[in-house]
């Protein structure tokens, strides 16, 4: 069980449901319980980290900002970004918070590498960075030794709102997306970042659950 990977594809979904069922999903979970991977694309949304400051959040207009309860200051979803949830039992798995945040990291810089762009980590700013603009970023919860919230990885999307913010408590720091460099569809990126991070955490076997549930099982 531990060497199996859970996969949910929600396909655009509103977020603080989708946080909401992150939390209930990670109270309710047993020794037992099959780690799970979440694949989802928010509506326009500014989530805010436990330590953010208000200041970095310039100019949201009409796009809704939520305080959660993850790592990190401000960030931007939106369509056209793979946002990614591992909800991993990392104490079972034998992995620290450190090396988890080390492996996603190398997860997107193993992707990036795949179209021939190099990724790269920039000390005390989590996320990925391409030539000093970042591409992907990463905002944790631990709770009970299972994680929650996850990754952030900028495909093809309207990165203007990204100028409302501070990203990530930086002033004046500049995102990227992958379709910026390299022709790319998000379904395959989607695809390859998955495989990137079952490989990077252990896994053995990525089931789905649509497949599962069109088999009947």
């Known amino acids: 069980m531990t060497d199996s990977l859970l996969l949910r594809r929600l396909g655009l979904a509103d977020y603080e449901p989708?946080?909401?069922?992150?939390?209930?999903?990670?109270?309710?979970r047993t020794a037992d319980t099959l780690d799970q991977l979440w694949l989802v694309q928010h509506p326009p949304v500014f989530t805010q980290g436990q330590a953010g400051k208000a200041e970095h959040v310039l100019a949201p207009g009409h796009i809704p900002v939520i305080q959660v309860d993850r790592g990190g200051q401000v960030t931007y979803h939106g369509p056209g970004q793979i946002v990614a949830y591992p909800l991993i039992d990392i104490r079972r798995r034998s992995i620290g918070v450190r090396e988890f945040v080390n492996r996603i990291e190398q997860?997107?810089?193993?992707v990036l590498a795949e179209y021939g762009v190099t990724g790269e980590r920039v000390p005390g700013a989590p996320g990925i960075y391409v030539d000093g603009f970042k591409i992907a970023s990463l905002g944790l919860r631990v709770r009970?030794?299972?994680t929650f919230h996850g990754l952030a990885f900028n495909i093809d999307m309207d990165?203007?709102?990204?100028?409302?913010?501070?990203?990530?408590?930086?002033?004046?720091?500049?995102v990227t997306q992958l379709s910026d460099l390299k022709p790319?569809?998000?379904?395959?990126a989607e695809e390859r970042l998955v495989a990137s991070l079952a490989h990077q955490l252990g896994y053995s076997e990525i089931t789905d659950r649509e497949q599962r549930k069109e088999a009947g099982t």
């Open 159 to 174: 990165l203007e709102p990204f100028q409302r913010i501070n990203p990530c408590g930086f002033a004046g720091l500049k």
């Open 107 to 110: 997860a997107i810089i193993d």
């Open 18 to 28: 989708v946080w909401r069922e992150m939390q209930a999903f990670t109270d309710s």
């Open 144 to 146: 009970r030794g299972c």
């Open 184 to 188: 790319v569809s998000y379904e395959q």
